[in-house]
């Protein structure tokens, strides 16, 4: 019998790592896509799409042998739960078509944002999620904020914009007229993905805590829809040059990288979501672009910080400590 404290240790130990994962995954990732940016000369580029379909086909292959690990490494221990879980509860399985459904609208989205905003006006406005995500989180699971967690909420949006203020985009210095209609695209394209995250994350984390089942097996339920939308978008976006040149044209070494990491991210987001919460996800993510930031400065020279870079580096911190410190007294009531 496991003592509770000692259950309620580890479990707290998985919400920091996973959330140190997550820091972790989301500044490589940013890092390694920035340097695959640099190192790319003139030769085709992967099809964006396609990287979506293999990161999604390599979450559900990670977490099938997740599932397997879970269950003694027993073959018919695996196709059972799979039948049991995925095939006899289609009711069940197809609630996960809506999140994933939205996942692939809201990467999508996401595009014709960073098509027509630069990379900086991008990120400040897409970390209101953070604020959508509370807002369902009190809507949709009953969560209650203390005034200091609003108060974080509020001291975290700003500390965002101080730091992303002064920076040049990263990713996009080419685009510097951009025109009022098109960056009225972008806006509106980023907001509705703030509220597509903030929905799609905490419905996953309603159904992940109303029920039992391994979050790896929810993963392989979403990871399914998410290979059926994204082989569908592939084909509608860039059939044409899929039957021409194959999916994996222009993969290179960094392609994998990225592809991997992005299908890791998927992964350490549900484990995040699971032993933390959304909110908290938001925080991690926030603390990343510092992180990546701060990195791209030592390594690349390119950034020169400014006091108000380090103002909202402060902020940052401070909001995240306040929040986690005013989260203990409030119980989750949502919690299995
Ligand atoms: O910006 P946001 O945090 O909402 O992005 C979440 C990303 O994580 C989406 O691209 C989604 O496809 C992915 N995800 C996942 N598995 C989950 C939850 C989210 O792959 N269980």
Same mark, same amino acid.
């Given at each position: 019998?496991?003592?509770?404290?000692?259950?309620?240790?580890?479990?707290?130990?998985?919400?920091?790592?996973?959330?140190?994962?997550?820091?972790?995954?989301?500044?490589?990732?940013?890092?390694?896509?920035?340097?695959?940016?640099?190192?790319?000369?003139?030769?085709?580029?992967?099809?964006?799409?396609?990287?979506?379909?293999?990161?999604?086909?390599?979450?559900?292959?990670?977490?099938?042998?997740?599932?397997?690990?879970?269950?003694?490494?027993?073959?018919?221990?695996?196709?059972?739960?799979?039948?049991?879980?995925?095939?006899?509860?289609?009711?069940?399985?197809?609630?996960?078509?809506?999140?994933?459904?939205?996942?692939?609208?809201?990467?999508?989205?996401?595009?014709?944002?960073?098509?027509?905003?630069?990379?900086?006006?991008?990120?400040?406005?897409?970390?209101?999620? *953070? /604020?959508?995500?509370?807002?369902? !989180?009190? =809507?949709?699971?009953?969560?209650? +904020?203390?005034? #200091?967690? @609003? $108060?974080?909420?509020?001291?975290?949006?700003?500390?965002?914009?101080?730091?992303?203020?002064?920076?040049?985009?990263?990713?996009?210095?080419?685009?510097?007229?951009?025109?009022?209609?098109?960056?009225?695209?972008?806006?509106?394209?980023?907001?509705?993905?703030?509220?597509?995250?903030?929905?799609?994350?905490?419905?996953?984390?309603?159904?992940?805590?109303?029920?039992?089942?391994?979050?790896?097996?929810?993963?392989?339920?979403?990871?399914?829809?998410?290979?059926?939308?994204?082989?569908?978008?592939?084909?509608?976006?860039?059939?044409?040059?899929?039957?021409?040149?194959?999916?994996?044209?222009?993969?290179?070494?960094?392609?994998?990288?990225?592809?991997?990491?992005?299908?890791?991210?998927?992964?350490?987001?549900?484990?995040?979501?699971?032993?933390?919460?959304? *909110? /908290?996800?938001?925080?991690?993510? !926030?603390? =990343?672009?510092?992180?990546?930031? +701060?990195?791209? #400065?030592? @390594? $690349?020279?390119?950034?020169?910080?400014?006091?108000?870079?380090?103002?909202?580096?402060?902020?940052?911190?401070?909001?995240?400590?306040?929040?986690?410190?005013?989260?203990?007294?409030?119980?989750?009531?949502?919690?299995?």
């Amino acid at each position: 019998m496991i003592h509770p404290s000692v259950s309620n240790m580890a479990s707290s130990r998985l919400k920091y790592l996973s959330l140190g994962v997550l820091v972790f995954q989301t500044t490589s990732l940013v890092l390694t896509m920035r340097y695959s940016r640099t190192l790319q000369g003139d030769g085709p580029r992967y099809l964006a799409s396609s990287a979506v379909v293999v990161a999604e086909f390599m979450k559900i292959i990670t977490c099938l042998l997740l599932v397997f690990k879970e269950h003694s490494y027993s073959v018919r221990a695996l196709s059972s739960i799979l039948r049991q879980e995925i095939a006899h509860k289609p009711i069940e399985t197809l609630k996960l078509a809506i999140p994933s459904g939205i996942y692939t609208l809201q990467n999508n989205l996401l595009y014709v944002a960073l098509s027509n905003l630069d990379a900086a006006t991008y990120q400040v406005t897409y970390q209101l999620k *953070i /604020l959508t995500t509370a807002l369902f !989180s009190v =809507s949709m699971l009953g969560r209650r +904020l203390g005034v #200091y967690q @609003w $108060l974080s909420l509020l001291i975290l949006m700003a500390g965002v914009a101080l730091v992303q203020w002064p920076s040049e985009s990263p990713g996009a210095p080419e685009k510097e007229q951009l025109s009022a209609g098109s960056q009225f695209v972008g806006v509106a394209a980023v907001l509705v993905a703030c509220f597509s995250s903030g929905f799609a994350g905490v419905y996953f984390e309603k159904i992940l805590k109303e029920t039992k089942q391994s979050v790896w097996v929810r993963n392989i339920q979403l990871g399914i829809f998410g290979l059926v939308f994204g082989l569908m978008g592939m084909f509608a976006y860039n059939g044409d040059r899929v039957q021409e040149s194959g999916m994996f044209q222009g993969y290179n070494t960094i392609t994998w990288i990225v592809v991997a990491l992005q299908a890791l991210g998927g992964l350490v987001i549900a484990a995040v979501i699971k032993y933390a919460d959304n *909110i /908290l996800k938001g925080f991690a993510t !926030s603390l =990343s672009i510092i992180l990546s930031t +701060l990195i791209s #400065y030592f @390594w $690349l020279q390119d950034f020169d910080p400014s006091s108000v870079f380090f103002m909202g580096a402060v902020l940052v911190i401070v909001a995240t400590f306040l929040y986690g410190y005013e989260g203990k007294p409030s119980p989750n009531p949502s919690r299995a």
